[in-house]
């Protein structure tokens, strides 16, 4: 496949973050912009065609079947969850290659639906991925390297916080009579959890390549009367390796962490900006991580004290960055053109919402869930 011609379905968002790429790989040619509002798929139609490549400009319009014309290849759909299976099916359907946005759907039944259809379409020659953007960063591929050298030694625990206020204002925006799909349980599959945990549990999981056995878990929504879903969710995974993650999310404040801890060593990754290392390991040099190995694994010499660390500043690339070797959008396409594998697949991602699954009934039930 020399030029893909791509049909870009959603255009608000976070996919306003990655159109460049699409814009600027020059096998790449994007022949129609899908949103439900017009004006939405206007605007991406008019960044799409402001390119030195002498592109031209795709269409804008609200139809999705525009999306499943013949001269389309790929469809890459960034549409609220509860629309990703009838969206999906219908382009495989239509003989197209499909990159969904994570997660895979609003809820398990659906998501299991994507994947056998996805299975289906591969024998056809169809090829499908999962977009999740924290693949973009070369810091998460250097940790996963980290691991398989035992620089960390056994992984005790690992911990992610995310959490933004973007409840907060769709709850707002709901109380003052605006529909945001974010607000519905039926189409968003939950609150904070779904839409933000995804990212840590498939990380953890290719990280350590373990997976979640069991799982307990408390959710609530404290600030959001606007929003069906939670805005505070707090989770316990077990991984099959025995090691614990806790996953810490939220739509009514704001920070983000990102810390491994092993018996040799640590990482913490604090506000995408600030990351300490310490191990017992010795030097490890890879994309971002450039560790000196001066660890003396000390502990605190007193409460609130701090141990010595190895403090760098780590800045993940824009999502639109396509130079960056890890830009999952460029490697998805050259994967493509070339015949190659995804790096993610769209079964891999039905995995992650059994978790989300059982975060939820354990939340619900107040009991540990076994997987």
């Known amino acids: 496949m ?22 600027d790989l020059n096998f790449v040619e994007m022949v129609s912009c899908v949103d439900a509002s017009l004006e939405r798929a206007e605007l991406a139609a008019a960044k799409l065609a402001d390119n030195s490549l002498g592109k031209p400009k795709p269409r804008a319009t609200t139809e999705f079947s525009d999306a499943l014309k013949a001269e389309v290849d790929l469809v890459v759909i960034n549409t609220p969850n509860h629309l990703h299976r009838e969206q999906t099916l219908a382009a495989f359907e239509a003989g197209k290659h ?3 946005q994570k997660p895979v759907a609003a809820n398990l039944a659906d998501a299991e639906a994507i994947a056998f259809a996805a299975e289906q379409a591969k024998q056809r020659g169809l090829v499908s991925g999962l977009y999740l953007s924290y693949f973009d960063q070369p810091l998460m591929h250097d940790l996963k390297a980290m691991i398989e050298a035992d620089w960390f030694g056994d992984i005790a625990h690992l911990y992610a916080r995310l959490m933004h206020r973007g409840g907060l204002a769709v709850s ?33 999981k290719w990280m350590m390549n373990a997976r979640v056995v069991r799982v307990i878990a408390m959710a609530k929504n404290q600030h959001c009367p606007g929003i069906e879903g939670e805005d505070l969710a707090c989770a316990i995974l077990e991984f099959s390796n025995g090691a614990l993650a806790t996953i810490d999310m939220a739509w009514n404040t704001a920070g983000e962490q990102l810390s491994v801890h092993g018996t040799r060593g640590a990482c913490e990754y604090i506000s995408n900006q600030t990351l300490m290392l310490d191990s017992l390991a010795g030097a490890f040099d890879g994309h971002v991580v450039h560790y000196t190995g001066q660890s003396s694994q000390a502990s605190p010499a007193a409460p609130g004290a701090a141990a010595t660390q190895q403090l760098s500043t780590v800045i993940a690339p824009p ?48 009991q540990a869930i076994q997987l």
Not at 174 to 195: D, H, K, P, Y
Request: proline residues 2%; hydrophobic residues 45%.
């Open 319 to 366: 999502l639109g960055d396509r130079k960056n070797p890890f830009n999952q959008h460029r490697l998805f396409l050259e994967a493509l053109r070339d015949g190659g594998e995804p790096f993610v697949s769209i079964a891999s991602g039905v995995d992650d919402l059994r978790v989300v699954a059982a975060v939820y009934e354990s939340a619900r039930t107040g």
């Open 98 to 100: 499909v990159l969904l």
């Open 2 to 23: 020399n030029t893909i011609n791509v049909a870009f379905v959603g255009c608000g968002g976070i996919a306003d973050h990655y159109l460049s790429v699409y814009r």
């Open 172 to 204: 707002q925006q709901v109380l003052s009579g605006q529909a945001n799909w974010r607000a519905s349980l039926a189409e968003t599959g939950g609150g904070c959890f779904i839409q933000l945990a995804v990212h840590y549990v498939h990380l953890f």
